[in-house]
């Protein structure tokens, strides 16, 4: 409802397991008139999104999880070694209908598997996002990189960045995240989004500027908010 934010991003969990999630695109792009981010595993697609209309899909964009370029590795982080073929065969799927790109967290398990997994997203042509680990929630549960590899990590990317390949990275940028100064001692240099107030994150505990810190507001349980 705030006309000065033009984009709405939609976690999880799983977002596209929500029952009603076609319709939630729908009145956000279509009566809200935002442009919506979805964070998806890539593992399921409800039919129904391909229904949706033309303006409405034109206006989401999907970013896919992938973490690991093989079956085996993928097992290992997610514990559904099954699935792989299923999210990698998705990508195109969800291209030919949304905006697409892939989003992968690096840390220990997976770091030696970077090029690979760059080279595997290549061949959709779609934009591909090389994040690090945070160490809260679910990265308290992971082994982060150690500041070598973060120096090898950003070296690679910025080649393959040169070399035309549609990647980027918080890497590849001045950081503007405390939390990320705070795990990995990279300097704080750029502005943060929630802290300038352009960036508000709500859950079923409140409302807080960022995903990463506690919620400063409890929701109520009644009233015309819509989540």
């Not at 760059?118 to 990265?139: C, D, F, T």
């Not at 704080?188 to 802290?195: D, I, L, S, T, Y």
């Not at 810190?213 to 929701?219: C, E, G």
Request: glycine share 8%; aromatic share 8%; with cysteine.
């Amino acid at each position: 409802e705030n006309s000065q934010h033009d984009i709405i991003e939609l976690g999880g969990g799983e977002p596209l397991l929500h029952p009603e999630i076609s319709d939630i695109i729908l009145y956000l792009t279509l009566e809200g008139r935002k442009n919506v981010h979805v964070a998806t595993n890539g593992t399921f697609i409800p039919k129904s999104l391909y229904f949706l209309p033309e303006p409405a899909r034109d206006r989401t964009h999907m970013q896919v999880s992938l973490h690991a370029s093989n079956e085996p590795l993928y097992g290992k982080i997610t514990g559904k070694a099954h699935l792989f073929s299923r999210v990698v065969a998705n990508i195109p799927s969800f291209k030919d209908y949304f905006q697409t790109s892939v989003n992968t967290v690096a840390y220990q398990i997976n770091f030696e598997d970077i090029p690979q997994i760059v080279e595997l997203v290549k061949q959709y042509r779609v934009s591909h996002r090389i994040n690090l680990a945070l160490p809260i929630g679910r990265g308290e549960e992971v082994d982060l990189l150690t500041p070598e590899q973060i120096a090898e990590l950003t070296s690679y990317l910025l080649a393959e960045k040169m070399n035309g390949t549609p990647v980027d990275s918080p890497l590849l940028h001045a950081n503007s995240c405390p939390i990320i100064e705070k795990a990995y001692g990279v300097p704080k240099k750029g502005v943060c989004p929630a802290e300038a107030g352009r960036k508000f994150y709500f859950s079923a505990q409140g409302i807080s500027g960022c995903e990463f810190k506690p919620a400063l507001v409890q929701l109520p349980t009644t009233g015309t908010h819509h989540a």
